[in-house]
């Protein structure tokens, strides 16, 4: 680790979007992945607060955050392989065919909210833009952005209800059934809602690479200092966090459809303050938390180790917890795991340079380009 800005905030901002989305992630692996955006959760109080904290703190700002970062690694790559002389073009080609496989497996046999699909999809797009300048960029980011509070309230809201007999389905498969049954249920439902990802988280994914390339080509990525930051954190956390608690409250305790669409427009406004305030701790850390911020660049490693693990503790042919603990245990556990997955890499990532799944990533580039 070095101590300037520009090795700091980009390894902040992984460890705090790794804690972020895994406590979201959590709500759809433990319990019932089938009820609409809209539906009421939690059989208990303590089961509500939690759920309306998640949703209204994390839920979508996390992904903003690692899509974010999606688009400063685009930067950084380009930086690399022109400092290194390497083929840039085939470079990131071969980077998002490895995703694809990687995020299709990790649907299919663990998470069908996969995230690194709709990267390599949205990805491939963004290389278009690469060359782009920095205005255009924060203009067009800020247009999908918006784009996408306008459409998702419209598609999530208008997703027919689950039959029954699905729910019930559900229910038997996680609790009971064996690997490949819980195996087939997923793929059958990855490629179901996939399409429909592609579209509603697709179009922020994209407007928030453009936004985090923009902030590589500027230089606001390498200075933490940087004003821009500090209006984010003065302007964007308070209103951001405040209207996204008040769109979770309102769906799950008022109407619904105010409250989704306030969810999904507060969300860019928190995702920026969040940004802006993990600008202002990017510092220079102590030797434990340089550690756990070097573990944290193993990011591929540590989203697919936590789907890996928790679809293994709560479906029924692991240890069978889908839907036996509360919320806020369910939360829990996956904050402890996202803790273990960071200490197994501390120990990992001090032999060797890159996290199991980065190496893996990183091999595919490189062998596909020589052949």
């Known amino acids: 680790m070095t101590g300037s800005p520009r090795a700091l905030m980009p390894d902040y901002l992984r460890l705090v979007a790794l804690f972020g989305i895994v406590v979201v992630n959590v709500q759809f692996i433990a319990f019932s992945a089938l009820g609409s955006f809209a539906d009421p959760g939690g059989e208990t109080l303590r089961d509500a607060i939690t759920l309306w904290l998640v949703n209204g703190l994390a839920l979508l700002k996390t992904y903003g955050l690692f899509s974010f970062m999606f688009g400063v690694g ?4 380009m930086r690399s392989a022109a400092r290194r002389a390497l083929p840039f073009g085939r470079l990131y080609r071969n980077r998002m065919i490895g995703l694809a496989f990687l995020g299709i497996a990790h649907g299919c046999l663990f998470f069908p909210g996969d995230i690194l699909t709709i990267y390599a999809v949205t990805g491939s797009i963004l290389y278009l833009f690469r060359d782009w300048p920095v205005r255009r960029l924060v203009r067009v980011g ?15 809201l208008a997703t027919p209800e689950t039959p029954p007999d699905i729910v019930a389905m559900e229910r038997a498969i996680l609790t009971n059934g064996g690997f490949f049954e819980a195996v087939l249920f997923r793929s059958i439902g990855f490629a179901f809602i996939m399409p429909s990802f592609l ?26 200092t940087h004003p821009l930051w500090l209006r984010a954190r003065r302007w964007c956390l308070g209103p951001g966090v405040v209207l996204g608690l008040v769109g979770a409250a309102l769906s799950q305790w008022g109407s619904a459809e105010p409250g989704v669409a306030l969810i999904i427009a507060a969300a860019p406004v928190a995702t920026l303050g969040y940004l802006g305030l993990i600008a ?14 070097t573990a944290g660049g193993s990011s591929l490693s540590i989203y697919l180790g936590q789907s890996i693990i928790l679809s293994t503790i709560f479906a029924g042919y692991g240890l069978g917890q889908w839907g036996a603990v509360d919320r806020l245990s369910a939360v ?11 200490g197994g890499l501390m120990i990992w990532r001090s032999r060797f340079a890159l996290g199991p799944f980065e190496w893996l990533l990183r091999r595919f580039m490189f062998v596909m380009i020589r052949t």
Not at 74 to 77: A, P, Q, R, S
Not at 142 to 156: E, G, H, K, S, T
Not at 200 to 223: E, P, Y
Not at 280 to 293: N, T, V
Request: hydrophobic fraction near 65%; glycine fraction near 10%.
């Open 142 to 156: 800020a247009a999908l952005l918006v784009l996408q509070a306008l459409i998702a309230p419209l598609l999530l």
């Open 332 to 342: 829990a556990i996956a904050v402890a795991v996202t803790a273990g997955l960071m």
């Open 74 to 77: 685009l930067g950084l790559l």
């Open 280 to 293: 202002a701790f990017s510092r220079p850390p102590g030797p434990i938390m340089a550690q756990a911020l």
């Open 199 to 224: 579209v509603i988280q697709g179009t922020a994914a994209l407007g928030w690479f453009c936004l985090g390339l923009a902030a590589v080509k500027s230089g606001m990525i390498d200075d933490a």
